[in-house]
């Protein structure tokens, strides 16, 4: 389900209220604000936190589409016997 639209976005309060900080920490399912343009936030993987700038591009999106939390499967051909 999504959001209902009489709320509006959801945006974190930490970064209304620290503008100034380069060293935001961010929530993934909050917007991105017009605030945050040209700084560097980080944001949580489950593991480890990764340093995403933000562009004109990326106002608007959630901030967890730029983190991505799995790893992309490798894939291997499986050498078998030959008929």
């Given amino acids: 389900m999504s959001?209902?639209?009489?709320?509006?976005?959801?945006?974190?309060?930490?970064?209304?209220?620290?503008?100034t900080s380069l060293n935001n920490i961010t929530q993934r399912n909050s917007i991105v604000p017009s605030?945050?343009?040209g700084k560097f936030v980080y944001i949580h993987t489950g593991n480890e936190f990764k340093k995403i700038f933000i562009s004109k591009e990326k106002i608007g999106l959630?901030?967890?589409?730029?983190?991505?939390?799995r790893k992309g499967k490798i894939k291997t051909k499986i050498k078998g016997k030959k008929k």
Avoid: D, M, P, Q
């Fill in 62 to 69: 959630k901030f967890g589409v730029f983190a991505y939390t």
């Fill in 3 to 19: 959001r209902s639209k009489w709320k509006g976005n959801f945006l974190n309060n930490t970064l209304l209220k620290e503008e």
């Fill in 35 to 37: 605030i945050c343009l």
